[in-house]
């Protein structure tokens, strides 16, 4: 299969949702003339033309309640919210209006809007251009919330959240989209809700997702020379997780340590890690660990920032922990 950068694969998962499906439509700040701030609608302005992939005013509320209706009236609007800081401008009509509407209209509407926003460090962008704010979204009962780690996670989940019939967000990690991966010819959707095993292991469990995943596979090859033996589970959706290959992967190795780049407290991990001290607790050999950012604003500064983001070495010492 060729190889393709993460940001390409976003690229094409755009651009044959477009060609394929005429309710398609493409807007937020910069995505049409510009391509998006990191180029992932490049070339599909002049490809689709402007009634279907268009800028719009720097207003990320009036985007996100534009979609709303868009998606309401017959369309299947896809809208990029530049940094996933500027989330917390589109909570109304994403959290009040999108979420709720199946149920508020007993099932007769949906609204299948996807909103594609990038989170976390690696650019040295400060602590308002850097946030991991994905667990606020898979906590609203109607979101659906993916998060891919490779080319062809974000093209099939990617796919998947536009074919969907309800709201998804599709978190991609910055750090990711010069990523290098293979994706085949004719990429097909990803199942959401639908982990992988990305390395198989017997001593321990990392759970992770995103930027994570690549973090716990190092960890895991740092730690094979100590003779400690990791598997890596890539969640990919967070709302819904695949609880069922957590627990599987803890029935094997009968430890677990779970993984994010976003702020320890009240996060991912910290879910994750309650269900398994819960349905998984006979399995459980030792206590679960949870490695995030400390509990503080992401630094501008990068020597402070990559000490603020979770490392292999960081992982490692926790797998180590659960060990003893």
């Not at 004719?186 to 469990?205: E, H, K, S, Y």
Request: charged letters at 20%.
């Amino acid at each position: 299969m060729p190889e393709v950068r993460y940001l390409h694969a976003v690229n094409r998962a755009l651009a044959d949702a477009l060609e394929q499906d005429p309710t398609v439509v493409l807007f937020g700040e910069d995505v049409g003339e510009a391509g998006g701030s990191f180029g992932a609608s490049r070339g599909l302005r002049d490809r689709f033309g402007e009634d279907r992939v268009f800028d719009t005013p720097i207003s990320e509320a009036a985007i996100a309640g534009a979609a709303v209706g868009a998606a309401l009236s017959g369309l299947r609007p896809v809208f990029e919210i530049m940094f996933m800081d500027f989330t917390t401008l589109v909570m109304d009509a994403l959290v009040n209006q999108a979420a709720k509407a199946r149920f508020m209209f007993g099932g007769q509407s949906s609204v299948p809007l996807v909103m594609r926003t990038p989170h976390g460090g690696g650019l040295g962008a400060g602590p308002q251009h850097s946030q991991c704010l994905e667990a606020w979204f898979a906590h609203i009962p109607g979101l659906k919330v993916v998060c891919p780690s490779d080319p062809a996670s974000a093209y099939g989940l990617l796919r998947a959240a536009i074919a969907d019939p309800d709201p998804v967000v599709v978190v991609e990690n910055k750090a990711l989209y010069a990523l290098k991966g293979e994706l085949p010819d004719a990429p097909q959707a990803m199942p959401i809700g639908r982990a992988l095993v990305r390395r198989a292991g017997a001593d321990v469990t990392l759970v992770a997702y995103g930027a994570a995943v690549h973090t716990c596979l190092a960890a895991a090859r740092a730690l094979e020379a100590d003779g400690i033996s990791a598997e890596v589970i890539d969640l990919l959706s967070l709302q819904p997780w695949d609880e069922a290959a957590v627990l599987a992967s803890l029935a094997r190795t009968h430890r677990l340590v779970v993984v994010h780049e976003a702020v320890e407290a009240f996060g991912i991990g910290a879910e994750i890690a309650a269900r398994m001290a819960d349905i998984g607790f006979d399995e459980l050999d030792g206590p679960i660990a949870r490695v995030g950012a400390p509990f503080m604003p992401v630094p501008f500064s990068k020597a402070l920032e990559g000490a603020y983001v979770p490392s292999a070495a960081t992982v490692a010492d926790a797998v180590r922990r659960v060990l003893a």
